[in-house]
């Protein structure tokens, strides 16, 4: 029987008695590099490494590696690595689109800024980490979360959300969006098909609960925010923002919350309340949660999304205890838990008052910004109006009549403004109205983008009593 090696390295293989052995090598690499394998810039092994891993002569790997430098699919200097080349033409898929330019003011919400992300306290929490942490945790982790972590948020979110969290409550996750999801299966487990959502919601929250597994029921919100009594039967759960609603930035009304405990006592339905901004309030202190009226009828989920970087997918859900082991255990099957360093980094920086420290430099930051551009906004045109409070990383802006969401959206980008709607995220029709982020450009930049946007206002203006003009 031919004999076979192979590189674990490169994923060839060569068979003793099928040719000669430089010439499989040379039509293996070529494959590689035209199938987009071996991608333009990556560096191979040097030819005496592959050579002694294929346990063939050296000149088999010179030979081939020269072969292949002849026809451009190589690049070879004296004393380094060959490195792969751009694929000849003819050859290769096709190269990926370039990514669409960003925009020159990008008033999208949804990130805070991430300029401000504390690199430093955030690198000395993970090196302590590294440090501290015992052999033994850098195991499977517990799904629920690690246990210094789940006791320094029980603190935390009773201190800063009235939340009512014991460690054993308390499932760490990958952001709202898993807790929002691994709810979704635990409500399904249990019989619950249906859901009811705030109409407008935002689509990326509402779709991880419809990937969950549950249909969503819309219920309208309006300035006191949604209508627990508008809650239809067959629905067994709700997800409200109480604190700051997505998007119009509207407040629940005391009387709302009390129904809404009231709906969740009455028919054993579930409140699955989305905290995610609820640290940036500017005019006053923000509401408590729900769930600190009701722990055993609410499922609080929240992240570090607003108040430090999404990029560390880190969040959390406070559930009644079945419901917290049920979703352990979902987790569990999911994907057998949440990374332990950064999860032991996060518990750091709590700990340590690094989070609050942080809060207590951006909030202000924040608020000049919001002020910042709805000053500007409202400055230049009185006829827009500024719905909910202030609060939050967003705010909407009520445009008015006669000035519809897409003309703006499209005049603005032709402008170089990119911005959001109310109706991307409304099920029903509403007033037309903008969705716009302040967090992530300092005042300037956020007055250059305000003048601009009031100049695509002008645009779709004068576009449409010239269409008047001509009717
Ligand atoms: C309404 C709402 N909830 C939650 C989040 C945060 O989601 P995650 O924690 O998964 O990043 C966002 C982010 O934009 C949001 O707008």
Redesign the pocket.
């Known amino acids: 029987m031919p004999r076979t090696s192979s590189s674990l390295e490169l994923l060839v293989a060569l068979r003793r008695g099928a040719g000669p052995l430089h010439g499989q090598l040379e039509a293996q690499l070529r494959d590689g590099v035209r199938d987009g394998r071996l991608a333009s810039g990556v560096r191979l092994p040097s030819s005496r490494a592959l050579a002694a891993e294929l346990e063939v002569s050296r000149g088999v790997v010179v030979e081939a590696y020269g072969q292949l430098a002849a026809e451009g699919y190589l690049m070879v200097r004296p004393g380094a690595a060959p490195v792969v080349g751009a694929v000849p033409a003819g050859g290769g898929p096709p190269p990926p689109a370039p990514p669409p330019a960003p925009p020159r003011h990008d008033l999208r919400?949804?990130?805070p800024d991430l300029s401000a992300f504390p690199r430093a306290e955030w690198g000395r929490a993970l090196r302590r980490t590294l440090r501290d942490v015992p052999d033994a945790e850098l195991g499977y982790p517990d799904p629920a979360g690690h246990p210094r972590l789940r006791a320094a948020l029980a603190g935390y979110l009773g201190r800063v959300r009235g939340v009512r969290a014991s460690p054993d409550r308390i499932v760490v996750c990958?952001?709202?969006?898993?807790?929002?999801r691994l709810t979704a299966f635990v409500l399904r487990e249990r019989g619950v098909t249906a859901v009811a959502v705030e109409d407008p919601?935002?689509v990326?929250?509402q779709g991880?609960l419809v990937y969950g597994g549950l249909q969503p029921v819309h219920v309208a919100v309006d300035e006191q925010g949604l209508d627990p009594r508008a809650i239809p039967e067959r629905a067994g759960a709700v997800l409200v923002?109480p604190a700051h609603h997505?998007p119009s930035g509207v407040v629940m009304a005391p009387e709302r919350r009390a129904a809404l405990v009231a709906w969740a006592r009455q028919t054993g339905g579930l409140i699955v309340e989305?905290d995610?901004?609820a640290e940036h309030r500017y005019d006053r202190a923000p509401v408590g949660a729900v769930q600190g009226l009701a722990p055993d009828h609410v499922v609080h989920?929240?992240?570090?999304?607003?108040t430090l970087a999404?990029a560390l997918?880190l969040?959390w859900a406070v559930a009644p205890r079945p419901i917290a082991e049920a979703l352990a255990e979902a987790k569990r099957r999911s994907d057998l838990g949440t990374p332990v360093l950064e999860q032991l980094a996060l518990a750091e920086l709590i700990e340590r008052g690094e989070l609050d420290r942080h809060l207590r430099r951006v909030r202000p930051r924040y608020r000049r910004r919001r002020d910042t551009l709805v000053g500007t906004l409202l400055a230049g045109r009185a006829d827009l109006a500024v719905e909910g409070v202030a609060a939050g990383l967003h705010v909407a802006v009520r445009l008015p009549p006669g000035l519809g969401e897409e003309a703006v959206v499209t005049a603005a980008a032709a402008r170089g403004v990119a911005v959001a709607t109310v109706g991307q995220h409304a099920a029903a029709p509403r007033p037309p109205a903008l969705v716009l982020g302040y967090a992530r450009l300092a005042e300037d930049g956020l007055r250059a983008a305000a003048r601009e946007l009031l100049a695509a206002m002008d645009d779709v203006s004068r576009t449409c009593d010239n269409r008047h003009d001509v009717i």
């Open positions: 919400p949804g990130l990958g952001g709202v969006a898993e807790a929002l919601s935002h990326e929250t991880q923002t997505f989305d995610y901004d989920v929240h992240s570090v999304s607003k999404p997918r969040g």
